[in-house]
């Protein structure tokens, strides 16, 4: 597999929201950058006002609707789009991709791809067979091998507002892990290398979650105690569930793991922390979401976690909880009683 780029080439990003015009902006620092937008107004809108979700586009940022383009022009590509559209996007770009490409996604939700149209059910088990991570679904929908992901504690604003931070940039290929590592670092942005491709996959999608959870508890004014709490045993969660899902437990105890679980379940700029906190004021999540500018993955998560689970039988009391809250199966007084009451037996049995 050799590669067609020289050091001059572009590179491409894939959607135009907040996390993806940051790292556009990032990447314009060392090269030039053709980002994608959705539609030809959009990609019009932006190059006309030279601003992307609130943010500035550098100079060295070029706007287009136009797939072939990023693909002919681009060796490396990151896709940055919600995890409900990415096969979509693949699928039509995928004429135009070749197995010289590397793709390093961005996205932190998994694709759920069920026979003859049928819906997701979070009250139907659900196999890994139906539910894909994002470079998953590159490989499957084009001749690109050389994947990776960018995960780790990136919240959009404070990286655009130039803020210190780190992120993991996880591949089975060093190739790709150095073509992160040398695009994107810099004097504020640390990035770590991982070769557990699926486990920090894993990581950014199921903290979505546990980041709603603790949402719930600061709405509920409930207290940092119970909020260690929460995000203590989520992170359990997600390791038990990340095992039945193919992660290897290392992922979970680094940046992408507890580094991205401190950040989201921290934060009034986390979106999935946002919905929590307005779960907890009384909100229904149809009138949360409607109001949202931006995606919230783990709403979504949630729904297919639950599935999964109890597919593999791993016990998920925090994902259930959640989705009883969602679904007004339970109030969130409700769902923190359960909690405390869950039967719990030893603190750590996953190493
Ligand atoms: N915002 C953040 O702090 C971070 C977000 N992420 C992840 O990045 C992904 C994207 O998030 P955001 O940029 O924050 O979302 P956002 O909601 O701000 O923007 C999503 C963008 O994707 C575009 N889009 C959707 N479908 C598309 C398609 N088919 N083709 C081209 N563009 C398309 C939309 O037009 C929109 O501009 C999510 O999975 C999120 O979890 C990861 C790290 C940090
Ligand atoms: O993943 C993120 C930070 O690492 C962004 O979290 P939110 O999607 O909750 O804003």
Known sequence: MTSKSSSKDPVGVLGAGSFGTVIANMLAEKTDVILYARTPERAKNINDKRESSGQALHERITVTNDLELVAKSCNVIFPVVPSANLRELIRRMSPYLRPYHILIHGTKGFDVSLPDNKQLNANRPLSRDYVKTMSEVIMEESSVVRVGCLAGPNLAGEMAARQPAASVVASHFDEVINAGQQLLKNE???????????????????????????????????????????????????????????????????????????????????????????????????????????????????????????????????????HNIINEEMTVGDATTYLMKFPFRAEIDFL
């Open 188 to 322: 504020r942005f640390l990035i770590y290398g991982n070769s557990d491709l699926i486990g920090v996959e894993l990581c950014g999608v199921l903290k979505n979650i546990i980041a709603i959870g603790a949402g719930v508890i600061h709405g509920l004014g409930l207290g940092e105690n119970a909020k260690a709490l929460l995000i203590s045993r989520g992170m359990v969660e997600m390791i038990y569930i990340g095992q039945a899902l193919g992660g290897n437990t290392k992922a979970f105890i680094g940046l992408a793991g507890v580094g991205d679980l401190i950040a989201t379940c921290s934060s009034q700029h986390s979106r999935n922390f946002t919905v929590g906190t307005r779960l907890a004021k009384g909100e229904k999540i149809k009138d949360i979401i409607e109001s949202m500018e931006e995606t919230a993955e783990g709403v979504r998560t949630i729904e297919i976690v639950k599935s999964l689970s109890e597919f593999y039988k791993v016990r998920c009391p925090i994902t259930e909880a959640l």
